[in-house]
């Protein structure tokens, strides 16, 4: 079993940048695709991005490419969302998830999540 805390959430302005940060808890990690997911009240949870095992594949939400850039450190047994220029509309609880199996952009896909990290970006 694999146990995920995120960090680095806050309130930031728009335009400005945040980044996120996944911990796990063992270093089996590295076998592990991960993704981030974010999720508003009311909705269901959104895929944002995805990241392989190695760190060589990677997968974004074609409405958020361009501002976002997962990356991990396995080493660290970390993975991060770096969140460039963001919008109101970016407002949300980010989740980071962890899958055994194919890289996947649905949540039921993930075998163990994090708690969440809520990111307010404010006008």
């Known amino acids: 079993q694999v146990q995920l805390v995120e960090s680095g959430g806050g309130l930031v302005q728009a335009g400005g940048s945040l980044r996120l940060s996944c911990a796990a808890s063992?270093?089996?990690?590295?076998?592990?695709?991960a993704g981030w997911f974010r999720q508003t009240p009311g909705k269901e949870r959104e895929f944002v991005a995805l990241?392989?095992?190695?760190?060589?594949?990677?997968s974004y939400s074609d409405s958020l490419k361009g501002r976002f850039t997962i990356s991990r450190d396995n080493a660290k047994n970390q993975a991060y969302l770096q969140m460039n220029s963001l919008k109101v509309e970016d407002t949300a609880v980010y989740y980071c998830?962890?899958?055994?199996?194919?890289?996947?952009?649905?949540?039921?896909?993930?075998?163990?999540w994090g708690q969440g990290t809520q990111v307010t970006v404010s006008s």
């Open positions: 998830a962890a899958s055994r199996v194919l890289p996947s952009i649905y949540a039921n896909r993930y075998d163990y």
């Open positions: 063992r270093r089996t990690f590295r076998n592990y695709v």
């Open positions: 990241i392989s095992g190695t760190g060589i594949n990677t």
